[in-house]
């Protein structure tokens, strides 16, 4: 497009001057301007923002483009497409995260455990092999009807 | 005997990477010292200014063909060619590019050889059963 280098995002600014005019490249207050440490993995000067998903933000408002949430020239997070609506959602729950997670854990490593040593130490009533009637079903399992079958007998007397 | 206040609602929540802390809870919500609503008026200064430039383009007579966010010109020019410049070779990237780059290769190459080479072990020895046709390996 014809927007000129310097409204471009650039390297990491080193002296305040920099950061003065970053921000104002980005539309930003200069003390809310915080760009990514410079650890060399390619942020450059781009402003850090809280990592909040557009869920967060005021539905209720009238907003540039409403389904993103999102004003015409407010700077966007670094992970605008993953916090969209459609994805990732930080919104706040109603009981804490640690709770939540505490609460699942117990229940699944229970669970796993209680299940993992029914199939180490199986319980259950004694059971025999099945007893069939008709001498075992000497003509349904295709036994000559001429011939005497075999006598089978399940009980005692 | 004195003993400390109970620790607030925002430290018994705790918000983490993947909520964030209720309003209700956070204390700057209730903050109304004046550095705060100046700083206020100024973010209201920026956002009045900007829906006014987009307000003026978007109810224009003769519209512009497109309306273009500037904001978003610079995110996508950011993730995308502003990366290779503002690189730098560190520690920490040469360790996680070793990790994410050579890291699966060694372990998808030693998984591998050692499952053949027990393969070809129980070939040899006779254990595997083979079938005479077969049109994977």
């Known amino acids: 497009s014809e927007m000129s280098k310097d409204m471009m995002p650039g390297p990491y600014p080193r002296t305040p001057e920099e950061r003065a005019a970053a921000a104002k490249k980005y539309n930003m207050r200069v003390e809310d301007y915080q760009p990514y440490p410079d650890d060399g993995l390619g942020y450059g000067d781009y402003p850090m923002l809280p990592n909040k998903s557009?869920?967060?933000?005021?539905?209720?408002?009238?907003?540039?483009?409403?389904?993103?949430?999102?004003?015409?020239?407010?700077?966007?997070?670094?992970?605008?497409?993953?916090?969209?609506r459609n994805r990732v959602d930080t919104s706040p729950t109603v009981v804490p995260w640690h709770t939540m997670s505490k609460h699942f854990l117990l229940f699944l490593s229970i669970m796993l455990i209680m299940f993992g040593l029914g199939e180490i130490y199986p319980s259950y009533r004694p059971v025999g092999p099945k007893q069939y009637p008709f001498n075992d079903l000497y003509l349904e399992r295709g036994g000559d009807p001429n011939k005497k079958p075999p006598a089978v007998i399940h009980y005692e007397i | 005997m004195a003993w400390a206040p109970p620790p607030s609602a925002a430290k018994l929540y705790r918000p983490n990477r993947f909520v964030s802390l209720p309003a209700e809870l956070d204390p700057a919500t209730y903050d109304t010292?004046?550095?705060?609503?100046?700083?206020?008026?100024?973010?209201?200064?920026?956002?009045?200014?900007?829906?006014?430039?987009?307000?003026?383009?978007?109810?224009?007579?003769?519209?512009?063909?497109?309306?273009?966010?500037?904001?978003?010109?610079?995110?996508?020019?950011?993730?995308?060619?502003?990366?290779?410049?503002?690189?730098?070779?560190?520690?920490?990237?040469?360790?996680?590019?070793?990790v994410y780059?050579?890291?699966?290769?060694?372990?998808?190459?030693?998984?591998?050889?050692?499952?053949?080479?027990?393969?070809?072990?129980?070939?040899?020895?006779?254990?595997?059963?083979?079938?005479?046709?077969?049109v994977f390996f």
């Open chain 1, 54 to 84: 557009q869920y967060e933000r005021d539905p209720w408002y009238q907003w540039d483009q409403p389904d993103m949430r999102h004003n015409w020239g407010e700077p966007m997070h670094w992970d605008f497409d993953m916090y969209i």
């Open chain 2, 33 to 98: 010292s004046p550095e705060k609503l100046r700083a206020e008026a100024e973010r209201l200064a920026i956002r009045s200014r900007l829906k006014r430039q987009y307000l003026l383009q978007l109810n224009d007579p003769n519209p512009p063909a497109i309306i273009e966010n500037p904001a978003l010109i610079r995110w996508a020019y950011a993730k995308s060619q502003n990366v290779y410049p503002t690189f730098r070779p560190t520690p920490k990237t040469s360790f996680l590019g070793a």
């Open chain 2, 101 to 134: 780059g050579l890291g699966p290769l060694l372990f998808w190459i030693f998984v591998l050889k050692t499952d053949r080479d027990r393969k070809e072990k129980r070939i040899q020895e006779g254990k595997l059963k083979r079938s005479p046709l077969s």
